[in-house]
């Protein structure tokens, strides 16, 4: 029979032979005076060596023989073998070849999973933490969910044994006490508030590449206009400018990656600074020299445009004389544009042409009794810019004539400066638009076809009389009364719309309606600001 004590490894007892036992303690001892070991790394090899007797089926109430401790020293090594360093890589250990998937605490910014995972690849964290991130917008927040069950599945790398198996290292007296002096590094920067700072940093980061690159992405698809449909000096001067811009933009994505890369690691090294200064010159020099190109490119096209750009006055006294009603005409509502002023004087026009053609739009106005027709011939809907605003082959025409009692708009879009008058009528045909721009009328008639719009929001009006047809839309200001006649049947989100700033009287149908901030009546809606009671 052999005498039996208690003993404590790393906080767990254990029954002990007594021969074991002094094995035991001048094998720590023997690696106190070795290895110059701290407590931390003493704590560690006790752990470790709780492990290996774990393995050996050493638990509950069975004793530790000398048979154990032996085995112990040849996983572990000879602390005299460590005196030379010859001897070091010669060591009889069994190393752990296998990886163990664990939570690398140490490294980890929340739970630990992404650094563990990165260390059983053998990969930079910040790299799982980047896709980590992508995918949480890419995929709805459901790689939150699958974080939050690994966090719960994997267990913590608690013990430098388990660390030096997360990473795949050999287990021995040296590597445990390496790890334990890593893990003491790694504390400072796994406290609340730096890791707190890492993410916010990192996140902020990440935020503003995306911000860059989705700012530089719209610029690229914004500026497709800035060609219209012809090419000449300035537009390609302003594409250079957005072309250089977009570098611009690139290099700040850059610079906002490699922050975030140094906010998650926590680290910088001189080639991360030296390329941050590269990369901030670099983006410097192509956003001033974009903003230097774009400027004089807007001076080219300023210069072109002038050039190209024609205005003369066309006297009308004949074909303008008393007139009482007008029919405009224009093919395209985006490059056409007329404008009615009533005048005393002798009637006149007033137009400005932007064209490079020898072709140029033009006014053509024709009389019939005391009706006059304004058609506006040669112009193209298909070279506007939108970019700056200006349509090649475009034109604006200013008539300046008598009061009238009618405006009729065909095609495009009229506008009727009015005048205090008793009475006026309003026709649109099928997607033209008409705009009553100022003055006051009494008494409103408008007829409006199918997808025409009238705007009568800038005049003082009394009494407005409307019959329309589906997918209207009509703007008023404030009115004593509006009657309707509008379609009881349309089609899907052809309804017609009316908004006012106020409304004393809706009749439909000889009918009141009952007023409030919406009134949807079948094929009508009407959006009232200040609703009569």
Known sequence: MKEITRIHLAATPFNVEIDAKRDLEKYLAAIEKSLQADEDALREIEARIVELLAERGVVNERAITRSDIEAIKTQLGEPGEFIDEQAVETIVHMPSNDKRLFRDQDRGVLGGVLAGIAAYFDVNPVWFRLIAIALTFASFGTVVLVYAVLWIALPPAKTAAEKLQMAGKPVTLESIKGQSEQASDAADHSKPLVIALRVLLGIGFIGAAIAGLAVTGAALVASTPILG?????????????????????????????????????????????????????????????????????????????????????????????????????????????????????????????????????????????????????????????????????????????????????????????????????????????????????????????QGSSLNASDAAINDVMVKTESGTSIDLGVLTRLTLETPESCPANSKVTISAERINSIVKAGLPLAQSDEINEACTQIRLEEPTQ
């Open 229 to 449: 449909n012809e090419m000449n000096d300035a537009s390609i001067w302003l594409f250079g400018a957005v072309g250089v811009a977009a570098i611009s933009g690139i290099l700040f994505v850059t610079l906002m990656s490699l922050a975030a890369y140094a906010s998650f690691a926590w680290k910088v090294s001189k080639t991360m600074i030296v390329s941050a200064i590269i990369i901030t010159m670099a983006g410097l020099t192509t956003f001033g020299t974009a903003v230097g190109i774009g400027f004089y490119g807007s001076n080219v096209r300023n210069q072109y445009l002038d050039s190209i750009t024609h205005e003369e006055r066309v006297e009308l006294s004949t074909e303008l004389r008393d007139v009482k009603r007008i029919v405009s005409e224009s093919k395209s509502s985006a490059t056409a544009k007329i404008t009615y002023k009533v005048t005393t004087d002798a009637p006149y026009a007033e137009i400005k042409t932007v064209s490079a053609s020898t072709n140029r739009p033009k006014l053509a106005v024709t009389r019939s009794g005391d009706e006059a027709r304004l058609s506006i011939e040669n112009t193209q809907n298909n070279k506007c810019n939108q970019w700056d605003g200006y349509c090649l082959d475009s034109i604006e025409v200013t008539v300046y004539g008598p009061a009238l009692t009618a405006v009729e708009a065909k095609e495009g879009q009229v506008s009727y400066a009015a005048i205090n008058q008793p009475e006026l009528s309003v026709i649109t045909h099928r997607d033209a638009s008409v705009t009553i721009s100022q003055g006051s009328v009494i008494a409103l008639n408008a007829h409006l076809a």
